[in-house]
C-alpha cells in the first residue's frame, strides 16, 4: 500500500489532567512544546483544545491565538485543528475560534450519548458552525460517533454546507455511544466510499484501549489515524504514554508494518484539498 497515512495527534482534550497522565499539556506553552514533538515524529495534524490554568476546559478565543501563534511558529506547515466540541462551551461560544481561521476544525452534526450526558449538537448549531467555517474557509473534519453522522454530511455537502469532499472521522469507543465492533467500521468505510467516492479521504479515532486496535484497523485498510493524549493516556495497562510524541510514535510504527509511508505535511494538505501553508 503506497498512499501515505495522515497522522493526527489529538493533544489534550477537555478531560484528561495531570494527574491521569502528568505529559498531558495543559497550558499553551506546554501545548506547543508537545506538539512539536509530536510533529517531528511523524504527526501533521493537531487537534487542539485549549484549557483553563486549573485544568478544566475553556473556549477562550485568546487561548486559542496565543496556540495558534505558537503553532505556526513551531510546527511550520503542520495542519491545525480545533476543536468545536461541546465539552469547552455552549452554544455560539463553541465556534468563538473560527474567526482565526485555522486550516480545520471539527464539526459533530448530530448528538449522540456520551458516558453521563448526552453529547447535544441541535441542527440550528451544526447549521451555524458549519456556515462559520465556510465564512472563514475553516475545512470541518466530520466526526461521524454514529452512521447517522455521515449520511448527514451528505445532505450538507449537497445543500452547500461543506466545502468540498467532506473529511470523515469514525469515533469509536465512547462509552454509550458506538463501541469499537469491526463489521460497523468496515460499513462506514463501505458508506464513506458510496456517499462521497472511492477516493475520499477518511479517518477513525478509537477511545481508550481502543485506540490502538482503531490505528491498526484504519492504517491497515487506507485510511488515516488520530492518536494522542486526548483519547488514551497509556501505551498498555502497565505503563502512561510518557508524550504525545510516543503515541504517535507507535502509529508510525503501525504504518511501516503495513508498508504505508507516513505523510508529510506538504501531502496531507494535498490529500485534504487545504491551501499550502
Same mark, same amino acid.
Given at each position: 500500500?503506497?498512499?501515505?497515512?495522515?497522522?493526527?495527534?489529538?493533544?489534550?482534550?477537555?478531560? @484528561?489532567?495531570?494527574?491521569?497522565?502528568?505529559? %498531558?499539556?495543559?497550558?499553551? &506553552?506546554?501545548?506547543?512544546? $508537545?506538539?512539536?514533538?509530536?510533529?517531528?515524529?511523524?504527526? #501533521?495534524?493537531?487537534?487542539?483544545?485549549?484549557?483553563?490554568?486549573? =485544568?478544566?476546559?475553556? +473556549?477562550? @478565543?485568546?487561548?486559542?491565538?496565543?496556540?495558534?501563534?505558537?503553532?505556526?511558529?513551531?510546527?511550520?506547515?503542520?495542519?491545525?485543528?480545533? +476543536?468545536?466540541? !461541546?465539552?469547552?462551551?455552549?452554544? =455560539?461560544?463553541?465556534?468563538?475560534?473560527?474567526?482565526?481561521?485555522?486550516?480545520?476544525?471539527?464539526?459533530?452534526?448530530?448528538?449522540?450519548?456520551?458516558?453521563?450526558?448526552?453529547?447535544?449538537?441541535?441542527?440550528?448549531? %451544526?447549521?451555524?458552525?458549519?456556515?462559520?467555517?465556510? &465564512? /472563514?474557509?475553516?475545512?470541518?473534519?466530520?466526526?461521524?460517533?454514529?452512521? $447517522?453522522?455521515?449520511?448527514?454530511?451528505?445532505?450538507?455537502?449537497?445543500?452547500?454546507?461543506?466545502?468540498?469532499?467532506? /473529511?470523515? =472521522?469514525?469515533?469509536? *469507543?465512547?462509552?454509550?455511544?458506538?463501541?469499537?465492533?469491526?463489521?460497523?467500521?468496515?460499513? /462506514?468505510?463501505? #458508506?464513506?466510499?458510496?456517499?462521497?467516492? @472511492?477516493?475520499?479521504?477518511?479517518?477513525?479515532? !478509537?477511545? *481508550?484501549?481502543?485506540?490502538? #486496535?482503531?490505528?491498526?484497523?484504519?492504517?491497515?485498510?487506507?485510511?488515516?489515524?488520530?492518536?494522542?493524549?486526548?483519547?488514551?493516556?497509556?501505551?498498555?495497562?502497565?505503563?502512561?504514554?510518557? +508524550?504525545?510524541?510516543?503515541?504517535?510514535?507507535?502509529?508510525?510504527?503501525?504504518?511501516?508494518?503495513?508498508?504505508?509511508?507516513?505523510? #508529510?505535511? =506538504?501531502?496531507?494538505?494535498?490529500?485534504?484539498?487545504?491551501?499550502?501553508?
Amino acid at each position: 500500500m503506497t498512499n501515505p497515512c495522515i497522522i493526527c495527534v489529538a493533544i489534550t482534550g477537555s478531560l @484528561p489532567t495531570k494527574a491521569n497522565n502528568p505529559a %498531558v499539556p495543559i497550558t499553551v &506553552t506546554e501545548q506547543v512544546e $508537545s506538539t512539536h514533538e509530536a510533529f517531528e515524529a511523524g504527526a #501533521t495534524i493537531v487537534h487542539a483544545h485549549v484549557r483553563n490554568d486549573d =485544568q478544566t476546559p475553556s +473556549s477562550d @478565543p485568546e487561548k486559542f491565538a496565543r496556540l495558534k501563534e505558537g503553532l505556526e511558529k513551531h510546527c511550520p506547515g503542520m495542519i491545525i485543528q480545533f +476543536s468545536t466540541g !461541546g465539552r469547552s462551551g455552549a452554544g =455560539q461560544a463553541r465556534g468563538a475560534m473560527l474567526p482565526l481561521r485555522p486550516d480545520m476544525a471539527s464539526l459533530s452534526v448530530g448528538s449522540n450519548n456520551f458516558p453521563t450526558r448526552v453529547y447535544e449538537n441541535p441542527p440550528d448549531l %451544526v447549521d451555524w458552525l458549519a456556515s462559520e467555517m465556510l &465564512t /472563514y474557509d475553516v475545512k470541518p473534519e466530520i466526526e461521524a460517533f454514529d452512521l $447517522s453522522h455521515i449520511l448527514k454530511a451528505r445532505e450538507m455537502a449537497d445543500k452547500g454546507q461543506l466545502k468540498g469532499t467532506p /473529511y470523515v =472521522q469514525f469515533v469509536m *469507543g465512547v462509552k454509550n455511544a458506538m463501541p469499537v465492533d469491526r463489521e460497523v467500521f468496515d460499513f /462506514y468505510i463501505k #458508506t464513506v466510499h458510496r456517499l462521497f467516492g @472511492p477516493d475520499a479521504p477518511w479517518c477513525a479515532a !478509537g477511545i *481508550g484501549q481502543n485506540q490502538l #486496535t482503531l490505528n491498526e484497523w484504519a492504517i491497515a485498510a487506507g485510511g488515516h489515524a488520530r492518536t494522542g493524549l486526548e483519547d488514551n493516556v497509556r501505551l498498555d495497562r502497565d505503563r502512561l504514554a510518557p +508524550s504525545n510524541a510516543a503515541l504517535v510514535r507507535r502509529a508510525v510504527e503501525i504504518c511501516d508494518k503495513n508498508e504505508r509511508p507516513v505523510a #508529510t505535511w =506538504q501531502q496531507a494538505r494535498a490529500i485534504l484539498g487545504l491551501k499550502a501553508a
